[in-house]
């Protein structure tokens, strides 16, 4: 049995970090990662920076095959960079394997044949999501059927793409691949999209995607796949229609990742939705044993998995203060063109919350910076509490936007009073000074 201060299983955000971390602080740690691939772990391998650059590149009119060569050539770097910051440090020891729980401080691995048990007073579960397979009937199997993971490895644009699931991967796949010339369908069973945002918004989010030449299939699952030949498959509809297409993307969401851990083997518990249960400060239910990132459930963001690593240093080692209780005011951004982003509540939940909630709405087409980047789309829209003058929350759809949702975040977290935003000087043009007009709220 080899006996480490730290064993960290899975190479993830927080994973990598409070390895690093705590290796700096003359711990011996484990580092165990089943997949040489995913070093680094998801958000640099095969999610955020991957599609963000195909994004990119996709609005920039970048033929497809360039921008798949250009994004493995990055991850491949930063995937090398990233092994490299672990394994060269005295302190951490990497495993090139998968882990699994023998009893609550036992994980067994296996390198090279070699099977070894290890264990550690303090352990961190770090193993992420994995995509979710809905269950279809036909060649779910078939080669033309796809994850968010999958897809972006396919060298050849697919001329027809049917992307089963209307939620954020969904669609910022459906944005970025029409950018590069596919024709694509969305199925959803919402009977409209991105029903959890901002009425308005939603409305003008479905409306550039039409304008864009997407087609949007509201109200359906699809239930049948079917492979028609070496080209195309076809999808039957809960209403059944058929869609053809080169490839289908399933983007139905992601579930935790606990299934070959070995729980059964410890008292570590899983939430009814199969994350790992956690109290405030992440430590599950077996003492000193903790769960970070996507595997605990709740929003799966990068920066949640990093400041998850925080809320478990400030519990470890720290003053105990920073908890799950007093995590504020989570941005994100949907990465269509052009971005959605959003922080705290729409006016609707204002509402419903019992705040006395003003709001305030622009064309982002009413703004000069919007003119000098030749970008009118969108809309912009805070809430404010009128008897407190709080930021209740913004919901941005339009260029920028996923730089300026972390202004009013920041406004949000000092509690700021709106009319701080309001009358700031903001220099010029650019798009933050279309605060000085979107926080003039009406009564
Ligand atoms: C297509 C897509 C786009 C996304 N875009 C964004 C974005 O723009 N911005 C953003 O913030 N978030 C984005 N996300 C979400 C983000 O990628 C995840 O929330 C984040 O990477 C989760 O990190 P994590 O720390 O939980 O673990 P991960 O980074 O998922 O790491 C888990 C690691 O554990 C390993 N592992 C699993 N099981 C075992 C085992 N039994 N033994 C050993 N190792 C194991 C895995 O191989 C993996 O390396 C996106 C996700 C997807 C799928």
């Known amino acids: 049995m080899l006996t480490f201060d730290a064993i960290v299983i899975g190479f993830g955000k927080a994973g990598k970090t409070i390895a690093g971390d705590l290796a700096n602080k003359d711990w011996q740690v484990a580092m165990i990662e089943k997949d040489p691939n995913m070093y680094g772990g998801t958000c640099i391998n ?60 036992e994980v067994a691995v296996e390198t090279n044949g070699k099977k070894e048990i290890l264990t550690a007073e303090h352990i961190f579960i770090n193993t992420g999501a994995v995509s979710n397979i809905p269950p279809m009937e036909g060649d779910i199997n078939s080669d033309k059927v796809y994850t968010s993971t999958t897809l972006i490895n396919r060298k050849q644009l697919p001329k027809k793409l049917a992307i089963v699931g209307g939620g954020y991967i969904g669609l910022e796949y459906a944005s970025m691949y029409r950018n590069f010339g596919s024709d ?75 299934e070959s851990l070995g729980l059964e083997n410890t008292s570590i518990e899983l939430t009814e939705d199969g994350a790992i249960k956690v109290g405030d400060n992440l430590e599950t239910t077996t003492d000193n044993v903790w769960a970070l990132g996507d595997v605990r459930g709740g929003f799966q963001f990068t920066y949640i998995s990093l400041d998850d690593y925080r809320i478990v240093m400030s519990h470890l080692l720290g003053d105990k203060s920073y908890s799950l ?8 951004t949907m990465f269509v063109e052009p971005p959605f982003s959003r922080v705290g509540l729409t006016k609707e939940e204002a509402d419903k919350e019992g705040f006395e909630a003003a709001e305030g709405k622009m064309a982002v087409a009413s ?13 912009f829209k805070v809430v404010v509490d009128k008897q407190t003058d709080k930021i209740l929350g913004a919901s941005l759809f339009g260029p920028v936007s996923e730089e300026l949702i972390n202004l009013v975040k920041l406004a949000m977290d000092l509690d700021a009073p709106y009319t701080y935003l309001r009358d700031q000087m903001y220099n010029h043009p650019v798009m933050s000074e279309s605060f000085n007009g979107l926080f003039a709220v009406e009564d």
């Not at 969305?186 to 409305?203: F, G, M, N, Q, R």
């Not at 087609?215 to 699952?221: F, L, Q, Y």
Request: aromatic residues 4%; glycine residues 4%.
């Open 325 to 332: 209780k007093t995590r504020e005011n989570v941005p994100y």
């Open 46 to 105: 095969i999610a955020c920076i991957p599609t963000k650059m195909l994004v990119h590149d996709g609005m920039q009119n970048v033929p497809y095959g360039e921008a798949i060569e250009r994004k493995d050539d990055v991850v491949d770097k930063l995937n090398e960079k990233n092994y490299k910051q672990l394994a060269d440090h005295d302190n951490v020891t990497i495993f090139d394997s998968g882990a699994t729980f023998r009893s609550d401080k």
């Open 367 to 379: 703004h000069p910076r919007a003119h000098v980047l030749n970008d009118l789309r969108g809309l």
């Open 184 to 258: 694509v369908t969305v199925i959803t069973p919402e009977e409209k999209l991105l029903s959890d945002e901002d009425s308005d918004i939603a409305e003008e989010i479905e409306k550039e995607f039409q304008n864009k030449g997407i087609n949007i299939i509201n109200g359906t699952k699809a239930e049948k796949i079917e492979e028609n030949n070496e080209d195309d498959v076809t999808l039957t509809l809960s209403n059944n229609d058929q869609v053809t297409a080169n490839a289908v993307l399933l983007a139905t969401g992601r579930k935790p990742n606990t």
